[in-house]
């Protein structure tokens, strides 16, 4: 007798082929339709909400779902959602896509990616943000020496269209 794959084992096989090992498993103490898998590729941290088929048995579960995403795009570098196939029209892949979300759906055989998250990039660490600070310092500086510019070339400007009319008149009074 073939021995049934959890769903996240196949999640973890899935994003094993991209380079990902799991961190953490198990239920997620926030929320009471989920199990939550923690992903690494040593880089950056995935989390993948799974959703069981009595998931969909609750009205709020959709909604529930996407709002605890939502404050996961807090702590982690990317967020899945992943449901059964059956349920994989639930969810509008134009709003995930959107919002950031990645969506997997599985079943007895497998998991597959139908969007992948938008994964953020890391937190500056103190040097890279102190350079960054550095740049946008002298950046706002060349502004103002630019304005400045601006300023005398108009005052330039309005000085030889004041010429231009006052040689105009001259001329015309020849």
């Given amino acids: 007798m073939r021995r049934r794959i959890s769903p ?34 040593g880089r950056r941290e995935l989390v993948v909400s799974v959703l069981d088929e009595d998931s969909f048995m ?8 996407l709002l605890h995403a939502e404050r996961l795009k807090a702590k982690f570098d990317g967020v899945c ?6 349920y994989a029209k639930a969810f509008d892949e134009g709003v995930m896509s959107f919002h950031g979300f990645g969506l997997v759906i599985y ?10 998250p938008r994964i953020r990039e890391k937190r500056r660490g103190g040097e890279e943000k102190r350079e960054a ?5 002298v950046e706002s500086q060349e502004v103002v020496k ?9 005052r330039i400007l309005e ?8 040689l105009g008149r001259e001329q015309r009074s020849l």
């Fill in 81 to 86: 959602i992943a449901v059964p196939r059956k």
């Fill in 133 to 137: 600070e550095r740049v946008a310092q």
């Fill in 107 to 116: 079943d007895n055989i497998g998991a597959e990616e139908v969007i992948p």
């Fill in 159 to 166: 000085e030889v269209e004041a010429r231009r009319d006052r």
């Fill in 58 to 65: 609750s009205r709020g579960a959709i909604q529930d779902i």
């Fill in 8 to 41: 996240e084992d196949a999640i973890s096989a899935l994003y094993e082929e991209e380079g990902f090992y799991e961190v953490e498993r198990g239920s997620d103490p926030e929320s009471l339709y989920i199990s939550r898998l923690v992903l690494s590729d």
């Fill in 146 to 154: 630019l304005r400045g510019e601006l300023s005398r070339l108009l």
